[in-house]
């Protein structure tokens, strides 16, 4: 079993920063890309930004150079760091993890979800 456990969420106002964290326990072997996922009320859940294990990134265009993902291999844990939020980067961010397990099972987990509301 794996889980994955974010922390970090609140409330900001606009202009503001705010960081997220997400670490996976359990049964590793390894964890393989990891990201962010959002979902704000009425909409589906979108990506935010993925990190392969090589550091690789994604970001999806609305947060491009205002958002920044970075991952500790070593801690097996991911992070969001947010900076000039606005109120449409209000919603719930899930975290989301390709992980093999020591069973050889290679699975995506999801976080619980943290709310991040920013106040206009």
């Known amino acids: 079993q794996v889980q994955l456990v974010e922390s970090g969420g609140g409330l900001v106002q606009a202009g503001g920063s705010l960081g997220l964290s997400c670490q996976a326990s359990?049964?590793?072997?390894?964890?393989?890309?990891m990201g962010w996922y959002r979902q704000a009320p009425g909409k589906q859940r979108e990506l935010v930004a993925a990190i392969t294990r090589g550091a690789m990134t994604n970001y999806a265009d609305s947060v491009k150079g205002r958002f920044t993902v970075s991952r500790d291999n070593a801690k097996n844990t991911v992070y969001l760091q947010m900076n000039s939020l606005k109120p449409e980067d209000t919603a719930v961010y899930y975290c989301n993890a390709g992980v093999t397990t020591g069973n050889s099972y290679t699975m995506d987990y999801w976080g619980k979800g943290t709310l991040v509301t920013v106040s206009s």
């Open positions: 359990g049964n590793i072997f390894r964890v393989n890309a």
